[in-house]
């Protein structure tokens, strides 16, 4: 006789085998977050509990419970956050930590490679821009306005070719606007930096006026109504000039130079040479009065004699 095994016994086997291919990473989210929150959350505003942590604050939401949402403003946060921590997040299509006291650098976030939406924006970070945002291909909106985030704005973000979103004003910002095209670029701000040179004249940057550059004294084209002149730090390079060019056209200016000086002195000297020829006719002829006078005298005087 075969071992039969029990109804009950099967159905639990079952459930077993179902929870073992459950994703083991919901646990691994609600780690990251409680690792997250005992750096960022001194003030124990979040209270986040239990294992359910698509209902924890701020957790706005999952996906095969995978914290997909994650939208903590306005909480008065503070510290620095940790990228490895982050990054174990790599389910995140939207990350905001809008308007609480965060500073330090912006880490590496480049684990979080389906991450759509990042707003940091209204904090206290500093360092240099976040180069690791340039590799996140799916990147859509990226909000870094009201910091203290110094250095250049990479040129790497020409990369970003989703990009829909980018609002950097109101930093420490130098050097030169890289030269954005993205089609899908639709709300730009880079007002309030201490960025120079000539902004990129590109079909997406002449869509934006001057308030989206304003606030940046050394910036110049038409967008801010300042020409930019190509001896200015920053702006575009001089054409190559080549000793042929002025060699070639050299002879030519000379040729035209010595016909109009020729036409001139021509034309002078005929001037002079006609006054000449009326002075000497005038000469001649007060001459020839003087003369006719004379003779006139002798001939009276002779009259006389002989009467």
Not at 254 to 282: P, W, Y
């Amino acid at each position: 006789m075969g071992f039969v095994i029990p109804r009950h016994s099967l159905l639990f086997i079952v459930f077993v085998c179902f929870l073992s291919r459950l994703p083991r990473a919901r646990s691994g989210d609600a780690e990251a977050l409680l690792s997250l929150k005992s750096a960022i959350d001194p003030l124990n505003r979040l209270q986040w509990q239990g294992n359910g942590v698509c209902q924890w604050q701020g957790v706005k939401d999952c996906m095969n419970g995978r914290v997909t949402k994650l939208v903590l403003e306005f909480l008065n946060l503070t510290g620095t956050l940790d990228g490895k921590i982050l990054n174990q997040l790599d389910q995140l299509r939207v990350l905001s930590f809008k308007g609480n006291s965060l500073s330090g650098q912006i880490p590496a976030l480049s684990g979080l490679v389906n991450l759509k939406s990042l707003y940091l924006n209204s904090n206290n970070f500093s360092g240099n821009f976040p180069t690791s945002i340039s590799g996140l291909h799916r990147l859509k909106i990226v909000v870094l306005a009201g910091n203290h985030i110094s250095g250049p704005i990479p040129e790497s973000l020409t990369n970003v070719g989703r990009l829909y979103v980018l609002y950097l004003e109101d930093n420490r910002f130098t050097g030169t606007i890289p030269p954005l095209n993205q089609t899908s670029l639709q709300f730009f701000n880079v007002s309030g930096n201490q960025l120079s040179g000539e902004i990129p004249a590109t079909r997406a940057l002449m869509r934006f006026n001057g308030s989206a550059f304003s606030g940046n004294i050394n910036l110049c084209g038409p967008q801010v109504n300042n020409p930019c002149r190509n001896t200015g730090a920053g702006g575009p390079a001089l054409p190559p000039i080549y000793p042929s060019t002025p060699k070639e056209s050299s002879p030519k200016r000379s040729r035209l130079i010595k016909i109009i000086a020729g036409s001139v002195g021509g034309f002078v000297g005929l001037v002079m040479l006609l006054l000449l020829c009326i002075l000497c006719k005038k000469k001649l002829s007060s001459t020839e009065d003087r003369s006719k006078g004379g003779v006139g005298r002798v001939e009276v005087a002779e009259a006389g004699e002989a009467s």
